[in-house]
RNA sequence: GUGGGCGUAGCUCAGUCCGGUUAGAGCACUGGAUUGUGGCUCCAGUGGUCGUGGGUUCAAAUCCCAUCGCUCACCCCA
């Protein structure tokens, strides 16, 4: 083949990565935690498809939201149907719920999932065209107290991680009945200084106002700073609602910042907010974030069903921890490794390594024709703890040489005893 | 979509400003250092149309133009 084509075939697609045995451990470390800690405050894992009706996402993220506007993976099937790449988790999740009538069996529905998300984004540091999340949503719950909860599960999985100073930012962005007014009074109060906002922001200005609060441009911090704050605009549901809130969390000792100018970019949140940020990470330094969903059930066809959920990005968590240099538990590597002095010795060879596997144990031979010096080499690079050399002489009387790596130290043993010796060194 | 930085061996890079032997180093990889034995050391070897295309020149990794790719930032998010 020639190199130029190469080039071209041996390359991923922009803003996709591979995840190599030597990066793998991590990933499973992380998957396994974040299982095992969900499932201990009750949520279940649901699979859904990586694609999507278009129209699933349109509907439930939100017409005029980024991610619908410029970010979406979206083709056509073969029939013409419009499908799309699941760029968040919570609208398949709200779907399958619906789908499969799980409101019906359980009043409370708390499921997690982890996945590929896709995104048609420009990528940078922290962000990725497919990225990893985790997420866990309780469908059926209007109470605060499952907004606490699912909180204390996100932070128990970094916990569980070993990554620290993290912050828990926190807000309330209303509802149908309060949101109106406070979109209101902020269109007021920009209206009259819409010259001293930034070009986007005007375009926010009349699709959305509240994207306003999100701006980093430093002329529009300063009109930003002084504009009407949301909880003088709550109304007594909501303000109730975030003050139980509060009180769950400080009772069970998670500690937050309010930030009234905290802003999810998907279109379905009501009342709480949150994110949680790593400073480490810099320009995207979110490493999870989520709130209340109480109309995206009714949104996408289901009866009114109140619900909250929150998103993870795995890439994102990895890298903090890398960061905070926290340790991850690797694989043990191959235990045993079988050396020939001949070609003549491979099918024995084969043979003993099958049974030592069968038993449990990890077991490894060449396959590559090599001299014994370089199987021996091979071994060494595996961190093998014990070689079993096959040589001509000792196989006469089925016996072969197992030589402990770590000491140097070698004895002929007989073929029969192979298992008996390595299983006292491992149990 | 807008801007900045960078493309030389599998990896990390030197060489580019100021054009001039056969393009280098370390790591990695392969083999060897007396019969069938790893690590350390020593020796040798494989590997590069210097991102790609064009231009200037007697001569281009080096100068000019274009193009592609990567990366960071803006926007937004995980």
Redesign the pocket.
């Known amino acids: 083949m020639k ?2 084509e190469r ?1 071209v075939l041996a390359k991923v697609p ?2 996709t990565n591979d995840i190599l045995p030597e990066q793998i451990d991590c990933w499973y470390y992380l998957e396994n935690k974040t299982r095992e800690v969900l499932q201990n405050y009750g949520y279940r894992e649901i699979r859904t498809p990586a694609f999507e009706h278009t129209e699933l996402f349109v509907r439930g993220i939100g017409e005029t ?3 619908v506007q410029k970010e979406m993976f979206t083709f056509q099937d073969r029939k013409g149907r419009s499908l799309t790449l699941r760029p ?1 988790g919570t609208a398949p999740v709200v779907r399958a719920y619906l789908e499969h009538n799980l409101g019906r069996e359980n009043p409370l529905s708390k499921l997690f999932y982890i996945g590929s998300m896709f ?1 048609c ?8 065209r497919q ?1 990893n ?1 985790f997420g866990a949503e309780a469908i059926g719950s209007p109470l605060p107290v499952i907004d606490a909860e699912i909180i204390a599960a996100a932070l128990s999985i970094y916990k569980q991680l070993g990554l620290t100073d993290l912050k828990l930012m926190l807000n309330s962005v209303g509802c149908r009945k309060c949101r109106p007014q406070y979109l209101k009074a902020l269109k007021d109060y920009f209206g009259e200084k819409r010259e001293m906002l930034c070009v ?1 922001c005007r375009q ?1 200005y009349e699709q959305n106002p509240l ?1 306003i609060l ?4 430093e002329k529009c911090q300063l009109v930003i700073k002084k504009c009407p704050s949301i909880f003088e605009y709550l109304c007594e549901d909501c303000a109730n609602h975030f003050n139980t809130l509060r009180n769950c969390l400080d009772n069970i000792g998670i500690t937050y910042q309010i930030n009234p100018l905290l ?4 279109d379905y949140y009501t009342k709480t907010a949150f ?1 949680i940020v790593a400073e480490e990470l ?8 989520g709130g209340r969903y109480d109309y995206l059930v009714e949104e996408l066809g289901g009866k009114s069903t109140p619900a909250v959920g929150f ?3 795995m ?2 968590i990895l890298e903090t921890m890398l960061k905070q240099g926290i340790r991850i538990p690797v694989w043990d590597g191959i235990r045993v490794f079988i050396a020939v ?1 001949s070609q003549e010795q491979v099918v024995t060879a084969l043979s003993i390594a099958n049974q030592i596997r069968e038993k449990g144990i990890s077991a490894e031979m060449d396959f590559l024709g ?5 199987q ?6 595996l961190q093998v703890p014990y070689v079993l ?1 096959l ?4 196989l006469k009387e089925n016996k072969v ?1 197992i ?1 402990d ?2 000491n ?1 130290v ?1 004895e002929e043993i007989s073929l029969n005893d192979i298992l008996a010796y390595l299983k006292k060194a491992y149990f």
């Open positions: 190199i130029k080039i922009k803003g939201t980024d991610i968040e995104r984004e420009k990528p940078q540091a922290g962000r990725y990225f999340q986007d926010r994207r999100d701006c980093k441009k802003v999810r970019g998907l994110e810099g320009a995207q330094n979110a490493v999870g974030g998103a993870a990005g890439e994102r002095t090599k001299s014994l010096k370089s021996m080499r091979t071994a060494n690079k050399i040589g001509s002489e000792e040489t030589k790596m770590v140097g070698q």
